[in-house]
């Protein structure tokens, strides 16, 4: 049978509001209009509500989480600088690549799979060195791990090293007190939790970081990416002056600007409580059918997508069987595993009725495929009871 709406699942892009995909429909304004610099000016301000950072300095720029991982690097590294990279999945090492491609030679800090690595072992490591900086993923997409932002920022207290958090698939749902935890960069891209299509690269960067980029001796070579051309445009709009360096993407702005108005109206806690309690109550629905995901514990794993073993037997046609059923899944992506795990998305505006829906499909779709030791229903009531009795709003 042929579904005429499937569901995107994945965990990224994700579904956006109605709301949002219509902000984009407007009509394009000059980027240096009134009009425009005021609805900048607010997408700026919203980005300090929405990253908890209200004296950093905000970026928004067109690209995707890529180029934001390759701005928060760029810019406040240089030659020779010793960098500590936390690995808890592809992006992760993604930064790793990035970092090597300027000619550094970043420590690894590898987790083992569906773990971060234990406090212990990251304070030995911090131990060693006088790091300039540590990055680290909030969430890995490849592997659904969360990482503790705020016992990693507890160990960086007091020292003189910037703590770069790539938030892209976490910011705007799982917690991070920016400032408060004195989280130094803290970057992520839009078309996840922030609930605006894919094109915008969103940045938090505290005072200290600037000031630390400009002080460089011999700063890597970059030019789209630079602060120097991009920071006299943000201080701009931020005042509502109009600023011009490369033609921002209108329209991404307007949605962008109608997703943060949703973001800020739900609460940021409400909004951070609601991802944790769909996260688990989709687990306990997993649970029940027999399915296993990569995060090995709860306190690791991520409020916004899970990364889930297939069963035995099974393989990539559970994806097809999920799409057939009207849910459009994605693969495992971190190289070895790969084919051993399928993952979806549960963040943004997606809530309780989109998961219950979901679990049906994924129900049907291990049904179609022979496996059917469950019975039907099961991964919903499971669902069902979790989200009704654990009481997370309280
Ligand atoms: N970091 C993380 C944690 C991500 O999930 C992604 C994208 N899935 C990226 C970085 C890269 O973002 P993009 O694909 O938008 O370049």
């Not at 700026?44 to 929405?50: C, D, F, P, R, S």
């Not at 130094?184 to 600037?210: E, H």
């Not at 994605?330 to 809530?351: E, S, T, V, W």
Request: charged share 15%; aromatic share 10%.
């Amino acid at each position: 049978m042929k579904h005429h709406r499937n569901k995107l699942m994945i965990p990224g892009p994700v579904e956006f509001s109605p709301a949002v995909l219509n902000a984009m429909a407007q009509p394009t304004e000059s980027h240096v209009g009134a009009n425009f610099v005021n609805t900048f000016k607010k997408a700026l301000e919203q980005l300090k509500t929405v990253f908890c950072a209200n004296s950093y300095q905000g970026f928004i720029l067109a690209g995707s989480g890529t180029f934001a991982m390759d701005v928060a690097a760029s810019n406040v590294l240089e030659q020779n600088d010793q960098v500590l990279i936390i690995d808890t999945g592809y992006f992760s090492q993604r930064m790793v690549q990035l970092i090597k491609h300027y000619g550094l030679n970043p420590d690894v800090l590898t987790a083992k799979l569906g773990t971060v690595p234990s406090l212990d072992l990251i304070k030995e490591t911090l131990a060693k060195k006088d790091y300039k900086a540590v990055f680290l993923t909030h969430v890995d997409t490849s592997t659904g791990v969360l990482f503790d932002l705020k016992l990693i920022a507890q160990q960086l207290q007091g020292k003189d090293t910037l703590l770069i958090v790539d938030g892209v698939a976490a910011a705007a749902a799982a917690e991070c007190k920016t400032e408060e935890w004195g989280i130094d960069i803290y970057f992520s891209a839009s078309q996840k939790a922030c609930g605006t299509p894919p094109g915008l690269a969103l940045l938090m960067v505290s005072p200290r970081a600037l000031a630390l980029a400009e002080q460089r001796k011999k700063p890597l070579p970059n030019y789209y990416a630079s602060w120097q051309n991009w920071l006299p445009v943000m201080k701009a709009y931020a005042q509502g002056d109009p600023a011009y360096f490369g033609t921002p993407p209108v329209n991404l702005i307007y949605a962008l600007v109608e997703s943060f108005t949703e973001i800020i109206a739900e609460g940021m806690e409400i909004r951070i409580k609601r991802h944790l309690k769909q996260a688990f109550a989709f687990r306990q629905g997993l649970k029940a059918l027999g399915l296993q995901t990569i995060p090995q514990t709860d306190s690791v794993a991520a409020p916004t997508l899970s990364a889930i073993y297939y069963p035995s037997g099974i393989g990539s046609e559970l994806i097809k069987s999920l799409a057939e059923n009207g849910v459009v899944a994605a693969g495992g992506i971190l190289p070895k595993f790969q084919d051993q795990y399928f993952r979806l998305g549960h963040m943004g505006c997606c809530n309780y009725l989109d998961l219950i829906a979901v679990l049906a499909a994924l129900e049907q779709a291990l049904y179609s495929l022979d496996y059917c030791c469950f019975d039907l229903g099961s991964a919903v009531a499971a669902f069902q009871n979790a989200y009704i009795k654990k009481n997370f709003l309280e």
